[in-house]
Structures are given as C-alpha cells and as structure tokens.
C-alpha cells in the first residue's frame, strides 16, 4: 500500500507533467481507448475557448469546421479501430470565430499485453503552410491564364477566389498597373472594408532606385523583398523594365511581416501589344517557384528547431528513462534522468554495447534480440540487467515502438526504460515460494496416493481435478480421464440421477456432507462406496476447492439388503402369527373381540372401542393397525384425559409461532405426525365441547387448521377411539356431540371386562408370572392352587390391569419357586358398591375417588414409579395428578 509521501510525491510529478504539457506551444490533449477524450493542454481550452468539461469525451468535435467535422471523425474512428498512429488536416475554429487550418496528429499507447490503453495526440497550426500552397497554386493559376492571353477580368475573378481563401487572418491587395506603368490602374482587396477597394488609383508608381532602362537588357525582373505592409508597397518601386517592352507580365509573392502575419500581394502588369516570349514566362516562373521555396524553407526551419527545443524539453522533464533511436537502432537522443542515473555520458551509452552499461551475461541476448526487431519493425519489449551509476546491476525492462513516416517507412524508434528491480526481487521470492509449494504437493500426494480409500480433488465447480493412486488402480482410469468429462461413467447412472440434486445442494451449502453411491471397479463391477465431502477454503474463507473420499461399504450394503429382506419376511410372519401377542386369552367373549378386529382391520374405517378401565383397549387398537394396509405406517396414541382442555386441541392440529403465550415457534399436532398412519384417541368422552367440533371437521372433510392459523391442511389418517364412559349418557347430558358420535360409531367393539372371560384368568396369570419373573431374574415354575382360585372368585374391578399389578407384586416378594397371592391384597381392592343415591356424574366421581384413595393407600401415597398409584391404576401419572386435583384428595403421610 501506497504511503501518504509517495501520493504526495505522485502527485507532484502528475502537477509537473501537466505544466510541462502546458509549457508545449502546441495544442496536446490525450484519449482513452475508445476515442472519447480525457484531457486537453491549457494552450488548447485557451484557443478554443472552450471550458475541460465542454470539450471532454466527444465535445471537442463542436470547435471543428462544419465542412471538416464528418470527415474528420470518421478519420479518427478509423484510425482507433486500426490501432496505428494517423494525422489528417483540418480547419478548428479559435475562440475569436475564426478557423485556422490545423495538422491533428494521434498516437496509441500499448500495455503489456499489447492492447490499446490511451491515446496521446496534438493539433499544430498550419495556417501559414496553407495559405502559401493555396497563394503558389494561384500563381501558377494566373500564370498560365495570362501566357493564354485571357482576359483581365477573369484574370481577376480566379485573383479574388484565391485571395478569399487565404484571407483568413490577414489582409491582400491585387494592383493593376497602368499601360504606361507608371501608376495603380485599380487596387482590389477582398479580405478588407470595401472602402479599401480603389482607395489608390491615379497614384504614381515609386520608380525611385533606378531607371527602366536599368533592366532593359535583363528582359524581366521580379523583386521579392522582405519585408512589406499596406502601407509601404509604393516605397520598393517596381525594379523592371518588362512593362516598357509590352510584356504582359504577373507577379506575386508572400511576405512575412514584423508582427509575424503573413501577407499575400499580388501585383499584376500588363500592356499591349507586344505578348511574353517564352523566355520572359520561364523566367517568371522560375523566380515565382524560388521565392515559394525559399520562404517555405525557412518557416520548415524554424518550425523545426522549435519542435526540437520542445521535444528535448518534453523529454528531460518526463520522470523516466528515454532515448529515441535512428531508424537503424542507434541511440540518437538520451533525455537527464537516463544519464544522471547511469552516470554516463550521451556517447558511452550510444555505444551501450561495448560498454558496462549492460550485464555481460545479459548482453548477447539484448543485442540479439534489438537487431531481430530493428530488421522486423516490430515493437521491441526486453528484460535485461543495467550497471547504476554505482556500479549496482538492477533490472529494467526495455520498451521501444517504432516512429514511421506518411509513408509507412520507420523513420526512428522511441525507448522507455523501466526500473523493474522490486518485481523481479519479488518474483524471485514468489517463484522459490512455488518450488517449496510444489515440493509439499509431491510430498502431500505421496502420502494420498499410499492411502487405501478412493481420494478425489473436486474444484469449486463440481469438476474433478486429481484423483490418488487407489482410484486410479479401482476404476482403471489414467489421470488425464479423471479429469475429463467422461469420468462420470464411473458412477451409476441410478445413483447420478438420485444424487444429482443432494450434491449440487451439497456444494452450494459450504459444509461437509456425506452420501452414498456405486461406483464401476474396472473388472465391469459396481461396489457401494461412502463419499465423504470436505471444503479448501483460502484465507478469506472462499471454497477454492472440494476433497472426497471414498470408503468401501459394499459388504456392509450387502449385509444390510440381506437383514432387510430377513426382517420383512419375518415381519410378515410375525404379523400374521403374532397379530395379538399381548391379547392372552380364549374365552368365548374374547373370540368375540379377535373376530371383530381381523374382519374390520383391512378396511379403513372409524372403531369405536368401548369397555371398562383395564380391560386393555389400546391392545385392541394396535390390534386393528398391525392388520391394516397402514400396519408400515405411524401410530399415534392420544390420552385425551391427560391433557389440560385448554392445551388439547394445539395437542391434536399443532400451532403456529406466537398462537399463544408460549408458543415460540411453530409446532406438528398429533393429526400430522400420524399422516398417512393411524391416531388412536384414548378417553375421547374427555374431550371438551369445542375441540368436539374439530375433531368433527376432520372426520367430514378430512382437513384442519393449526391454533393460530388460516390455512387449512389435508391429512389422510384412520381414527380409532376409545371410552370407559356411557357416551348415551353424556350425549343425553349434553357433554358430548351426537354427530361426533355417529362418526366415531361406525364399527363398535365392546371389550369385555375380566370377571366376565374367568375361564382366560389362569392363562392369563401364567402369561404375567413368566413375564415379570424373567424381568425379575427368578425361576417361578408353579403357580399355588389357592390362588387361582381366589384370582378366579375375585370381581376384579380394575380388571386386566389390575391383575397384572398383583402378579408383579406377587412376583416381586416371591423367595421360591411356587407364586402366590395374599388374600388380603384382593379383598382391599373392592371397592364396595354404591347405591345410585344422585345424578351420574357424581357417582362416577365418587367411584373414581374411591379407587384413587385406595391406590395411593396401597402405595403409601406414592403417585409416580413402577409400584406408583398411577401404575396400578394404569393411567399417566399427569392425569392421576389431574384427577387428585379435581376430586380434592388428601395423600397419605408416610413416616
């Protein structure tokens, strides 16, 4: 990064450079590579009159002359496409009005890759030149006309054509002398007032400085003085003798006057009867063309040692080496800054090839190279060491483009010389930096290639670049396939199509990822591979590439196909032959039950379970989906007891973010997650009055909203629900809507409750002894005759759940091989019966209290655990909880 002296310093040189632009006499202005400008010199918004803002980009073409300004654009349009030098010539209007005739010169400027970067060009007056060529064509014009013999006013008419055409800027007179010569017939004057016209008739010729007859023997004589003004024409006297001998004569010339404006006079003499010889108008001729070369040459000589004095100062004053070349390649000119910083002088260092100036062993290669592009014209760009003025080689790099003439021909060369010390010091750092690099790499792939796992070099557009040694021996493929297109055959096609998107999300993520795929072993095989995907980023944390490795897994796919097709052959096995694994019994109204479920299990309708606590519905629900064609699918159990009635219905359709205080985000209900499955809604007497019309919606029309939300969801899941209460009896009340119940009716099972199938409790208790017995880690082979028969005798109100708590507990505190129960724990369980002595609701919720008291006497007051209240009642402990709340029921104090 730049420090605030070297801006400082940049700027100055930039401030000086345009001083020294400014300094130039010519009008300079720069462009950029499409043509539209960018600067102009000081010199040039003064002669214009136009503001940098006014001319920039394409504005300076306002200031050119109507008749040019087409012209002269297509020009510069033409010469931007070609990329060459060009110069045309054309009329540019200064800041007074006037037009004055201008040489537009426009040079490219290349950078490394030889492409146009801006173009630097400049605007030279010519005005002067082409007054003299418009003046010398007049002349040969009149000359010829009057050797013709043509009238003097058409003599006159083309005088004044001429004449207006070089007018520009400065005033000329046409004077016709009399028949005897010796004064102004008439006086024209077309670049002045009218009032000039005809002021000088009658005046005498000023013969003063010798006698016609002086040039009587010369024939004719044409005087072309020095200097001369309006004013001073009569001072010089006409110094021939042609008019005396009848010749018609017509001389003219350009004078430069002492302001430095140039002057066209045209004076013509013509007399009767005697016609010029052909010698007179040779000789007139011939002084004509000498004056017009003479005064030519002289401005060419000015004009050109001022070119030289500007180029020297331009030259010496650009902050950088510079030398310009002759057309053979030798040095010509070499501006200060190149001598002062190599310490020599001009002539060493035109010889520079027999000097020190250059590296000897860099020297055969320069010269080599310099000549090849002197012989060729074409630019020259070389990089070589040079000796500074204290002896130090540093390196430069050597630049040259070649100046050529209108003609084509290269008339010499232009040279730049740049210090480029610092980048090839830089370069040399950079270029040790990649060995070492490159070093590492060699070191880093033969690690990678000694690794047995499939390792692919990924770039950051999915293309591979390297592959290690291992995938190369797998697929047969050779490193320069890998990264081919055709690579991809490798992978199955199946897996492509599958994969396609997955790996493009992938990439696009940034993050490791995994998945798998087959791909093709060179023996024509697919193997299972696991393909795990890492990021390379660089510094600033952008994904310069990606490294996958490939793990063999196919024995382990194999393994996993041949377990699957294990597993569903059993499934299906066991679904038929343990479709009721749980269900112990065969009691004739438990046969009842079984033959419901499997009639009623293939299709998709609606249960309704129904019987007493503990009697084991959910066995029966789950019964029904393992039977069903939605067996693969979820089941979702729902205790509507259990759920507060202001959370069950975000419990049953879900909520959205912000539903409720609480609701944080969004959140599936129990319908969603068991889409496509089965929702199993135990308690659905529980349910409360608006949930009721819900859950109606959803039965109708198969779809529900979130709490929360507007958008209605379709959900494809089969309801089976279940009760302990006498629906008839709250639909009578008004707890419970008839139309839900109809719904829910359409195929009941009533599950019988324990007293009524005694013949299934021994197969029962036998099913429960070996159960928790293996649980517990003990041999129990027989089972206490007594007990049976106290199990058979017993009512068993809490049925089948009940007598699974006795056996564990039995179990539990059994030391030997033979179970058997406590008479006192069956007689503690009955709750006496209860008289209808009020309405229903409070006899059940008596009957309720009751058993909850006894449990948690029995528990010693313990709600929660294995041997909890809440287990032996078989309920969630969060509805036990409820239900203590809401019968107000005082625990029992354990010391």
């Not at 010519?126 to 010398?136: C, F, P, S």
């Not at 430069?256 to 010698?279: D, K, M």
């Not at 199955?492 to 997955?502: A, F, Q, T, V």
């Not at 359709?653 to 912000?658: A, L, R, T, W």
């Amino acid at each position: 990064m730049a420090s605030a002296e070297d801006i400082s310093e940049q700027a100055r040189q930039a401030q000086d450079v345009c001083q020294v632009v400014d300094a130039i006499p010519t009008l300079a202005w720069s462009a950029r590579s499409d043509g539209s400008a960018d600067f102009f010199s000081q010199r040039w918004l003064d002669y214009t009159g136009l503001s940098a803002e006014q001319a920039r980009d394409w504005g300076w073409t306002g200031a050119l002359h109507l008749d040019d300004r087409n012209a002269l654009v297509d020009y510069w349009r033409a010469v931007l496409a070609s990329g060459q030098p060009g110069e045309i010539e054309g009329r540019l209007r200064r800041f007074d009005g006037v037009y004055r005739w201008f040489l537009f010169r426009a040079t490219p400027s290349f950078d490394n890759d030889g492409r146009v970067v801006e173009w630097f060009g400049t605007n030279t007056d010519i005005e002067d030149r082409k007054r003299a060529e418009l003046l010398l064509a007049g002349e040969n014009l009149v000359l010829e006309m009057t050797a013709k013999g043509n009238p003097l006013e058409s003599i006159l008419e083309v005088l004044c054509r001429v004449v207006e055409q070089t007018a520009s800027g400065c005033y000329c007179s046409i004077m016709l002398i009399d028949a005897s010569g010796e004064k102004i017939q008439q006086t024209v004057a077309p670049s002045l007032p009218s009032s000039y016209n005809d002021r000088f008739p009658g005046i005498p010729v000023d013969r003063e400085g010798g006698p016609c007859t002086e040039a009587a023997s010369r024939k004719t004589q044409v005087i072309v003085p020095d200097v001369a003004s309006d004013t001073q024409w009569d001072r010089h006297g006409w110094r021939t003798a042609a008019l005396t001998h009848g010749l018609k004569a017509c001389w003219s010339t350009t004078i430069l006057a002492s302001n430095g404006l140039v002057l066209g006079t045209f004076a013509i003499y013509w007399r009767e009867p005697r016609s010029p010889t052909e010698q007179d108008q040779q000789t007139i001729e011939q002084m004509t063309h000498l004056a017009a070369v003479a005064i030519e040459r002289k401005r060419n000589e000015a004009a050109l040692q001022e070119s030289e004095e500007r180029f020297r100062l331009i030259v010496d004053t650009i902050p950088g080496f510079v030398c310009t070349l002759s057309a053979k390649g030798e040095v010509e000119l070499l501006n200060r800054q190149l001598l002062e910083y190599f310490g020599k002088t001009a002539e060493e260092l035109k010889n520079w090839a027999a000097s020190d100036a250059v590296h000897p062993d860099d020297l055969p290669r320069v010269i080599d190279a310099w000549s090849r592009s002197v012989e060729s014209g074409q630019p020259y760009v070389h990089e070589f060491r040079q000796r500074r003025a204290d002896g130090v080689y540093r390196w430069f790099q050597s630049r040259a483009l070649p100046a050529r003439d209108t003609a084509g021909r290269i008339a010499g060369w232009y040279m730049l010389l740049t210090d480029i010390d610092d980048r090839k010091r830089a370069e040399g750092e950079l270029e040790r930096a990649f060995d070492e690099i490159a070093k590492s790499e060699a070191e880093l792939r033969t690690i990678i290639d000694a690794i047995p796992q499939l390792i692919i070099a990924i770039g950051a557009d999915g293309q591979s670049l390297y592959a290690n040694q291992a995938v190369l021996e797998y697929t047969g493929r050779t490193k320069e396939e890998v990264r081919s297109e055709g690579f991809r055959e490798v992978f199955h096609p199946g897996d492509s199509e599958r994969l396609r998107d997955e790996r493009t999300a992938g990439l696009s993520r940034g993050v490791p990822f995994e998945y798998e795929r087959r791909v093709l072993r060179r023996d024509g095989q697919y193997r299972w591979f696991l393909i795990q995907c890492n990021p390379l980023r660089d510094e600033p944390g952008k994904i310069i590439r990606w490294y996958a490795t490939g793990t063999d897994i196919d024995d382990r796919k194999q393994a996993e196909e041949r377990t699957r097709q294990e597993n569903f052959a059993l499934r299906e096995q066991i679904d038929q032959v343990f479709m009721f694994e749980e269900i112990v019994g065969s009691s004739p109204a438990l046969k009842t039950v079984l033959s419901s479920i499997v009639k009623v299990a293939p299709t998709g309708s609606t249960v309704l379970i129904t019987g007493e606590t503990g009697t084991g519905k959910e066995l029966i629900a789950r019964a029904i989906h393992k039977g069903s064609e939605r067996a693969g699918q979820p089941f979702i159990t729902v205790n509507c007891a259990a759920i507060p009635s202001s959370l069950i219905a975000s419990e049953l359709f879900g909520h959205e973010k912000g539903a409720f205080t609480g609701a944080l985000q969004r959140r599936q209900g129990r319908f969603e997650l068991a889409h496509s499955g089965t929702i199993f809604l135990d308690e659905i007497g529980e349910l409360p009055a608006e949930t009721q019309i819900a859950l109606l919606r959803v039965l109708q029309e198969r779809q529900f909203e979130r709490v929360g939300g507007s958008r209605a969801i379709s959900t494809d899941v089969r309801i089976i629900s279940a009760t302990n209460r006498d629906l008839a009896a709250a639909i009578a009340s008004g707890a419970f809507r008839s139309d839900l119940f109809y719904r829910l009716n359409v195929f009941p099972i009533d599950v019988p409750p324990l007293r009524q199938r005694k013949e299934d409790i021994p197969m029962l208790v036998e099913y429960f002894v070996k159960r928790y017995a293996e649980k517990a880690g003990k041999e129990i082979n027989k089972i206490d005759k007594h007990t049976l028969k106290l199990c058979q005798s017993y009512r068993w109100p809490g049925n089948i759940r009940e007598l699974q708590n006795i056996i564990e507990r039995s179990v539990i505190l059994c030391t030997g091989d033979t179970l058997w129960i406590d008479e006192a724990w069956l007689s503690t369980q009955e709750a006496p019966r209860l008289e209808s002595s009020g309405p229903l609701t409070q006899n059940v919720q008596n009957y309720e209290k009751g058993l909850i008291e006894a449990a948690l006497a029995e528990s010693r007051g313990k709600v929660a655990g294995p041997n909890g209240a809440a287990a032996k009642l078989g309920i969630p402990r969060s509805t036990l909880d409820l239900k203590i709340k809401q019968l107000n029921i005082k625990k029992p104090t354990v010391r």
